[in-house]
């Protein structure tokens, strides 16, 4: 089959790769119809998660047909369309039974790595590096589906890709990134990053609750789809300082929570983001965390700080004064999307969330690696790719 992977920082191809097959009796093999590019991707993309091999498929984002099961898997058959969750989960540990799948005891093999790292292991990702279980990633023409007998969604067959595809991870992500902010009616919550992650948490906070969400960016075009689908109010840090403006808006108390839907490749201004751009280039800072700072300093007291963006490593100059003397809240992690894809589904179904807005670009798999390029560029106004094998 053909699949995008991983070469080398800023390089990935199209190349020939054996098929998957069945290992355990509880796999299924799916026939890829739509995969996304996700903004964490791009992480492993510009080489900075650590454990990606030459070779390795990528991708994490992704729905498709059944085209076989293994004998343990009683709950799909050959034909069905299906979404998948981009976190692995068994289903049985005491992790997944209180849905904390993305912290499942075994799903990922690869413990000793992490616990090395982390102190402890986490659930698998799909094509998001040995760290995170090795597993084959979703820029495929197929793939292999372990515990598929839980937390696949079976979805109804008259419906565009474009509408269920996001419910695999990145509608769950932004959901969980709200409601880890406990909203209550008349609350503001501000969001960092405009991106399909931080669209559809500013979508989910409105659904909780909140009066009024404010989406912090750099790009226009992201600032204007935040604008228009939404509902949000906008501020470009490139043209105001951000803290600022958001105690403005907030009759100086700050934002009630904050969402950080950026993660480790954070841009700043001026010499902050020269300190953190040079020290991650060097490695001797993995992430840079320039929203996680904003965010503490901007957050009122007693606030909430909700954490999506994925960080990887260690990061340094934290303001935890602030965040320590004005009793935050912090919050984050994994999103549990076996807990969600089904209300998801639910709300699309009755045509209450559209979140097809999002694709601004769909291309063959062939051309993955334009993709991920404009991607990573902000070209074209590129917000979300979708790749179709």
């Not at 996001?166 to 932004?174: C, K, L």
């Not at 201004?269 to 901007?298: C, N, S």
Request: overall charge negative.
């Amino acid at each position: 089959m053909k699949a995008v992977c991983w070469q080398s920082a800023n390089e990935v191809r199209v190349e020939s790769v054996p098929d998957p097959t069945i290992l355990n009796p509880r796999d299924a093999i799916i026939k890829i119809t739509s995969t996304a590019i996700c903004g964490s991707d791009l992480h492993i993309y510009g080489g900075y998660i650590p454990t990606v091999q030459k070779g390795d498929i990528i991708g994490h984002e992704f729905m498709g047909e059944v085209v076989e099961v293994g004998r343990g898997v009683d709950n799909l058959k050959i034909g069905d369309r299906v979404v998948v969750p981009s976190t692995i989960g068994c289903g049985r540990c005491s992790y997944c039974q209180r849905d904390l799948w993305s912290l499942c005891d075994n799903s990922n093999p690869n413990t000793y790595l992490e616990e090395k790292l982390y102190g402890n292991i986490t659930s698998a990702i799909y094509g998001y590096s040995h760290l995170l279980g090795g597993y084959a990633g979703a820029q495929a023409e197929y793939i292999r589906v372990p515990f598929a007998d839980v937390g696949v969604v079976k979805v109804p067959a008259d419906i565009p890709d474009e509408k269920l595809l996001f419910i695999s991870d990145a509608i769950p992500t932004g959901y969980m990134g709200a409601e880890m902010c406990d909203i209550q009616p008349g609350d503001t919550v501000a969001v960092w990053g405009c991106g399909a992650v931080g669209q559809f948490a500013m979508i989910s906070a409105y659904m909780m609750g909140a009066e009024k969400v404010i989406a912090i960016d750099r790009f226009p075009e992201r600032l204007e789809m935040a604008r228009k689908y939404a509902k949000a109010e906008v501020i470009n840090y490139e043209e105001v300082n951000a803290g600022e403006a958001l105690k403005e808006m907030t009759g100086g108390r700050g934002p009630d929570a904050c969402i950080d839907a950026v993660g480790l490749e954070a841009h700043g201004v001026g010499i902050e983001d020269f300190y953190d751009q040079t020290k991650q280039k060097l490695r001797l800072e993995t992430d840079r965390p320039h929203v996680l700072r904003e965010m503490m300093v901007a957050c009122r007291k007693g606030g909430t700080l909700s954490i999506m963006g994925v960080y990887g490593g260690f990061v340094d100059k934290i303001p935890l004064g602030a965040a320590f003397n004005k009793g935050l809240t912090f919050r984050m992690g994994q999103m549990h999307g076996q807990k969600y894809m089904n209300l998801l589904l639910q709300l699309i179904l009755e045509g209450k969330l559209d979140p097809s807005f999002i694709v601004t670009h769909q291309l063959p798999l062939e051309q993955a690696p334009q993709g991920y390029h404009i991607f990573q560029q902000k070209q074209d106004n590129c917000v979300k790719v979708v790749l179709k094998p």
